[in-house]
């Protein structure tokens, strides 16, 4: 049975890879591919030989590593069993901190400015700890540093096995000048926007999945109505999340550093070649000025007049609850959703329904996705060489990497014939957040993922274009005040008119004239100029 329904996951892969949403906006094969080297990545790469590491010759050193999203309540026999291992190979002593969900933002934030003794921290684009920022204010160590270049030194087995579009979406302006200031972790890196189709339901009124993949939004009328008729008032068959159902249907990414304002300054795609600009170049823009916004907005509205979206999608206290409730449920025909690999066996078993996706542009990598989740040397480390040593080896040895994440084997899990592995329940006291320690390919595939799991994963993120901004943060520290003031005009306009709870006529020129009174168009000249100068020392 896992086998069958790994060849089913390796079948919508390459379904995925080949079919766009809609006649006119399908995704084609370009060059721009993830595995491509990029001018950026290869001045970061490294080109001596690595050093060779003596470990006798090595004093013995503690490093600290603040770990997120953690659930760990007993670590005292994978600690012993990992520092044994360390001591054999770098001479190390790892002391974790465990930082959760909850408390991880506040107190790695408060470690950091206190100057405190940890040597890693994790980073990424969107924890309090941003990557982008805290690379510019001081508090990474650049790892390439011409002066002291630790990959070069000591990541360049790391370096080999990482995908080209990481490296380059590691690579930014900091405080040492143009560099990677942290080690990426290899994980679901790609952004994929799908339609997510209730195949039953669609098939119950005599269409399939081809009559989704041949249309648009703007051609998803009459097929949303037959529905909505067939199963009642009561029923709404476009199940959406308003900021995410722009994004697929105007082609639109998010820019890091912009996320506070709802992501407000739009970089358009090529939907046909995603590794390509939009119409607009590459510039940012304020996209609910655009004749795009202006026609998406104008859809919804109808939709939701037609009775195809339900009214709470439009209110911020129970959008979340209501389409989570309805995707369990099964109780939607079309859905919006952020692609990762082998979602619709997951989602069709928990609904208990046939659930299909079809991509709206090929899977792209964004900064936001390449910053995922990363490691990052503290410059108040007394020990960055040592730190930078351990980053290599956890994420090139698979004994390491496995003990850190899974545990003991015959405690935590146990290792079955076929090479998978299947939890116990001591799992539950030892649970860290897996794409939060770093290269996840090299772990054991589980039972529930199947043998073939990490080929199919590496086939398809590998297949991931680079965007051509990748790497781009803003940094709106000269405009703090205007942002929070535009923040304020979004906040209060664009959920509604993304779910078409209100009438764009009215509202959206409403909503425009607030943005300029509130300094949109200072901000989209700033961060337009950051990109220029971003774009020539990537060498764009």
């Not at 400015?113 to 994790?122: A, E, N, V």
């Not at 204010?137 to 070069?152: A, F, H, M, S, T």
Request: hydrophobic content about 35%; proline content about 4%.
């Amino acid at each position: 049975m896992k086998k069958k329904l790994m060849a089913v996951l390796l079948s919508c892969t390459m379904v995925l890879a080949a079919v766009g949403c809609g006649a006119s906006g399908g995704a084609t094969q370009s060059s721009g591919d993830a595995g491509e080297a990029a001018p950026a990545a290869e001045a970061a790469e490294p080109a001596a030989a690595p050093e060779e590491i003596d470990v006798a010759s090595l004093d013995p050193v503690t490093l600290k590593m603040y770990f997120h999203g953690s659930n760990v309540t007993d670590d005292s026999k994978v600690l012993e069993e990992v520092n044994a291992y360390l001591k054999d190979k770098i001479n190390v002593t790892l002391e974790p901190i465990w930082g959760t969900w909850g408390d991880f933002d506040q107190n790695a934030v408060l470690a950091l400015q206190g100057g405190d003794d940890i040597d890693i921290y994790f980073t990424c684009s969107w924890s309090a700890d941003e990557y982008n920022k805290f690379a510019r204010d001081g508090y990474w160590v650049r790892l390439d540093n011409p002066e002291n270049n630790l990959i070069e030194k000591y990541g360049q087995d790391l370096w080999k096995l990482l995908p080209e579009v990481l490296i380059n979406g590691a690579t930014i302006n900091g405080s040492d000048g143009y560099g990677v200031y942290a080690v990426p972790g290899y994980k679901d890196i790609a952004t994929q926007n799908c339609w997510d189709v209730n195949v039953d339901l669609l098939e119950k009124y005599g269409y399939t999945l081809d009559d989704i993949k041949n249309t648009d939004y703007y051609g998803f009328e009459e097929i949303l109505k037959k529905v909505k008729e067939g199963e009642g008032n009561d029923f709404y068959p476009l199940l959406i999340e308003g900021a995410v159902l722009e994004r697929m249907v105007d082609n639109t990414i998010i820019v890091t550093g912009d996320s506070a304002t709802g992501n407000f300054m739009s970089y358009y795609l090529d939907p046909t070649d995603v590794s390509k600009p939009g119409k607009y170049g590459n510039k940012l823009v304020n996209k609910f000025e655009t004749e795009e916004f202006k026609k998406f907005v104008d859809q919804t509205r109808k939709y939701y007049l037609e009775g195809f979206i339900d009214p709470a999608m439009g209110n911020k206290n129970q959008a979340n609850d209501t389409r989570t409730n309805k995707q369990l449920s099964g109780e939607y025909l079309i859905g919006t959703q952020s692609y990762s690999l082998g979602y619709e066996l997951q989602a069709s078993q928990e609904r208990g329904i046939h659930v299909e996706m079809v991509p709206c542009t090929d899977a792209y990598v964004d900064t936001t996705s390449s910053q995922g989740a990363m490691m990052a040397i503290s410059t108040a480390s007394k020990n960055p060489d040592r730190a930078m040593m351990f980053l290599n080896l956890l994420n090139t040895d698979p004994t390491l990497m496995t003990l850190l994440n899974y545990g003991v084997q015959d405690i935590h899990y146990t290792k079955n014939d076929d090479g998978t592995i299947t939890f116990t329940d001591k799992r539950a006291d030892y649970q860290p957040w897996t794409n939060g320690v770093g290269n996840v390919t090299i772990l054991p595939p589980t039972d529930a993922q199947g043998t073939d799991f990490w080929d199919g994963f590496k086939s398809y993120y590998g297949a991931a274009k680079e965007i051509p901004i990748l790497g781009y943060a803003y940094d709106s520290s000269q405009v703090e005040a205007q942002m929070g003031a535009v923040a304020n005009v979004v906040d209060e306009y664009m959920l509604s008119l993304c779910t078409g709870t209100v009438d764009p006529d009215e509202k959206l020129p409403e909503f425009l004239k607030k943005l300029k009174d509130n300094g949109i168009d200072g901000i989209i000249d700033d961060a337009n100029s950051q990109l220029d100068t971003f774009m020539a020392a990537k060498g764009q």
